[in-house]
Every structure is written in structure tokens, then in C-alpha cells.
């Protein structure tokens, strides 16, 4: 596979060109695409390479060249950080909504997967936390997996802290995600996220998205999902 | 009134290379037979049971407390529609009276695939691609999901669908190449032609 290969060796190539030449990187080169945290055969079999490449350099490269190519026309955005943007994205157009969102969900997806049997477990204040909110863990999964499999059409299922503490299960339609102050759209910081677009499944598992569903299951990173409740809680 | 999956107008093989045999395997004998099944399940018992499924889609568009029977019905009369606007050896342009008309209220049929391939392209997630109807005039629409022109009070003459299972297998994230495909190699224009006539 050397696209994405050759994609990283001209980002890299452009970062040094601008260090180079004491330039800061020009305004379409305000977002980037982060590198996935792993190999893209490291979730193999549940998550095949080819998916992994596709939808990390095709589709996310994509979400994060068209926020990009939206700056020009809303100069604000070059002064946000990406995470900042989710909650002032009604004030924007809606491709920027759409590529935002897309560039947001899509960062925070790749570091909530690990190869099998290296994502740990959830800590014991998730888990109470869990239990306090579902009753307990399997009931949680059961409500997501509902939430994941009923979402019609695009978009994603999540769980979610509110801003009064509880967790809940959201789906959000498209690239919008929790944090997004849109109407209809239940707000709260997301711990973890699920996509269900079909170009996330489809080439393995075409129109069984249950089978995708239970076959991620064992990819979560709990370290990281412990880590993002531990940081939502303390900021209370 | 149970609804029947209709078979495909052509072999499964018969849009090779453009359409492989694997993505119509599973779009029409598994998404359009499972959008069947759901609608058949969902009004089992209900007063919607006996109608037919235009009637079923008018009554309960809008209704958010139906939408699992709107998008399924939906989905089984876009998908039904899908499959007779394409055919083997199709695309290229129209002719006559369709022609005539395009030229007439889109300014060219250049005019009408670039508005067509925007549509598309532009149709943010999962939906379809439309050249409708509405009060007499031909316009180019997307719709979002399952959504569709009967429920805009507009007639279809011609969709595309641009839910990623409809070109993920032979395309993946390429839509763009997808979309040229099917208006080079596969519109059904008779089809469009006859919608016209009977509108
Ligand atoms: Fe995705
Ligand atoms: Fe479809």
C-alpha cells in the first residue's frame, strides 16, 4: 500500500519545507490528519487493513481537506482548535459542520480501537458508574448496540457523560457528534464512539452490521475510555 | 397486502463491469429484501396492513412517531424504482420529447449532469439523487435516508442512490466515479422517457 505512505512522506516533506523556510504552515494546513496510533492490519480480522487504510488516509483525509478548504471563506476557524469548534459549529456553514464533525469523530475513533486483548478494561469508577446509570455492564452494551444498529442511514452511536454526571447512550445521524451545540443533538462529552457509516463495515461485512457491532467490541480501548471519563470527571 | 421483493429487470452478472454481481447480490437480495421484510413486519396488525405502498408512504410521511414504516416503505419503492432506472449498455444522452424538455428547463443536458453529479456528490451521507417533476418543470433533487420525491408532492422520473452500499464493493469512497459511471454507462433513459410521458 504505498498511498498512505507517500501521503505521510509529503506531509512530512511540507512540514520541513516550512521549517525551512521559516514560513508558518499556510492556512489550508491548519487541520491535519493524525497518523493512526497503530498499524493499519493491527485490528486484523475484525477491522481488515484495506477498510483501515481507506478510511483512515481516503475518508478521513477527505473530512480534513474540506474543513481545510472552508477556511478561507470563515477565517474564525483558523482560531479554534478542533475540539473548541464542535461547540460553536451552529454558527458555521454546513459543510463546515460536516467536515468538522467528520474530522473530530473520526480522531477521537481511532484512539478508542486497539488490537485484541491490549485495550484493558474499564476501571472500577467506569464501572460503577456503569452500574449506577444502566444497572450494569451488559445492559450498557445492549443499549449501545441497539443505539449503533437502529441508527438509519449514516452516523454514529456513543456513550456519553452528561453534564450532570449520569452516562447515556446517543446516536447522532451523518458526521454530528455529542459535543455540537445543534438542536435535537443530547449534549454531553463522549467516552465512547462508534461508526456506523457503511464505509466503516462494508467491505467486510457489507450489510451485516450486528456482525461489525460484535466483532468491535473486543477493539475498544477501555485505557482510553478510563482515561476520557477520568478527565470529564474532574472537571466538574 | 404483504409486499414482494421484485426481481431485478436483468441478471445479476448483466452490469458488469460497472455494477458487479457481489453488489447487486447483496443491495437488491439483501438491502431491498430486508427493507421488504421490515415494512411487511412493521405493518402486520396495523390499519396500513391492506394499503398499498404509495398509500402507506403519503400517510405516514411526516410522522415521526412512524418513521421505521416511512423508511422502509420508502426504501422499498426507491430501491423498486432504482433497478428500472438503470439497465446494461445504458447512459449517453436522451432524446425526443425528455430532451427537449431538460434542454428546455435546465438550460442543456450538460447543465442537467452537472446539477445531477452535484446532487450527488453534495448529498451528505446516506440518500439519493433526483430529477423530478414538480408543478411541470424538471428539477434536479437530493434527498437525505430513505426520503423521496412523493412525499415533496413531486413524480421521479429518475434516481441514483448514493448510500454507500450502492458502490462501496466496486467503488468505495469514489462516488464521484460512481456517479459518472451510471450517467455514461447506465441511465435507462427510456425509462426516464416513459416516466415523463405518464406524468
Ligand atoms: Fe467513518
Ligand atoms: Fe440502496
Given at each position: 500500500m504505498p498511498f498512505p505512505l507517500f501521503t505521510r512522506f509529503l506531509l512530512a516533506g511540507l512540514t520541513a519545507l516550512c521549517l525551512l523556510l521559516g514560513?508558518?504552515?499556510?492556512?489550508?494546513?491548519?487541520f491535519s490528519l493524525p497518523p493512526l496510533p497503530?498499524?493499519?492490519?493491527?485490528?486484523?480480522?475484525?477491522?481488515?487493513a484495506t477498510t483501515m487504510t481507506i478510511h483512515h488516509d481516503r475518508h478521513h483525509g477527505a473530512y480534513v481537506a474540506n474543513l481545510n478548504g472552508q477556511i478561507q471563506a470563515n477565517p474564525s476557524l483558523a482560531d479554534l482548535n478542533l475540539n473548541d469548534l464542535q461547540a460553536k459549529?451552529?454558527?458555521?456553514p454546513v459543510a463546515v459542520r460536516n467536515n468538522g464533525g467528520g474530522h473530530w469523530n473520526h480522531s477521537l475513533f481511532w484512539t478508542l480501537l486497539a488490537p485484541a486483548g491490549q485495550g484493558g478494561s474499564p476501571s472500577q469508577d467506569l464501572i460503577a458508574a456503569i452500574d449506577r446509570d444502566f444497572g450494569s455492564m451488559q445492559a450498557m452494551r445492549t443499549q449501545f448496540e441497539q443505539a449503533a444498529t437502529t441508527r438509519f442511514g449514516s452516523g454514529w452511536a456513543w456513550l456519553i457523560r452528561k453534564p450532570d454526571g449520569s452516562l447515556a447512550i446517543t446516536s447522532t445521524a451523518n458526521?454530528?457528534?455529542?459535543?455540537?451545540?445543534?438542536?435535537g443533538i443530547e449534549r454531553g462529552v463522549p467516552l465512547l464512539a462508534l461508526d456506523v457509516w457503511e464505509h466503516a463495515y462494508y467491505l467486510k461485512y457489507q450489510n451485516r452490521r450486528p456482525d461489525y457491532i460484535q466483532a468491535w467490541w473486543p477493539l475498544v480501548n477501555w485505557q482510553e475510555v478510563n482515561h476520557r471519563y477520568a478527565i470529564a470527571t474532574s472537571g466538574r | 397486502m404483504a409486499h414482494t421483493l421484485p426481481a431485478l429487470p436483468y441478471d445479476l452478472d448483466a452490469l458488469e463491469p460497472h455494477i458487479s454481481r457481489a453488489t447487486l447480490e447483496f443491495h437488491h437480495g439483501k438491502h431491498h429484501a430486508a427493507y421488504v421484510t421490515n415494512l411487511n413486519n412493521l405493518i402486520s396488525?396495523?390499519?396500513?396492513?391492506?394499503?398499498g405502498l404509495e398509500e402507506i408512504i403519503v400517510a405516514v410521511a411526516g410522522d415521526a412517531g412512524k418513521a421505521g414504516i416511512f423508511n422502509n416503505a420508502a426504501q422499498v419503492w426507491n430501491h423498486s424504482f432504482y433497478w428500472q432506472c438503470i439497465k446494461p449498455a445504458g447512459g449517453g444522452a436522451p432524446s425526443g420529447a425528455l430532451l427537449d424538455k431538460i434542454n428546455a428547463d435546465l438550460g442543456s443536458f450538460e447543465a442537467f449532469v452537472e446539477q445531477f453529479k452535484a446532487a450527488g456528490a453534495t448529498q451528505f451521507g446516506s440518500g439519493w439523487a433526483w430529477l423530478v417533476l414538480d408543478n411541470g418543470s424538471l428539477k434536479v433533487t437530493k434527498t437525505p435516508n430513505a426520503d423521496l420525491p412523493l412525499a415533496h408532492g413531486q413524480t421521479a422520473l429518475l434516481t441514483m442512490d448514493v448510500w454507500e452500499h450502492a458502490y462501496y464493493l466496486d467503488y468505495q469512497n469514489r462516488r464521484p466515479d460512481y456517479m459518472t459511471t451510471f450517467l455514461e454507462k447506465l441511465v435507462n433513459w427510456d425509462f426516464v422517457a416513459a416516466n415523463l410521458a405518464a406524468a
Open positions: 514560513s508558518a504552515l499556510p492556512a489550508w494546513a491548519e497503530y498499524a493499519v492490519d493491527a485490528l486484523e480480522p475484525a477491522i481488515d459549529i451552529s454558527q458555521f458526521q454530528d457528534n455529542p459535543l455540537m451545540d445543534i438542536p | 396488525g396495523t390499519e396500513l396492513e391492506n394499503s
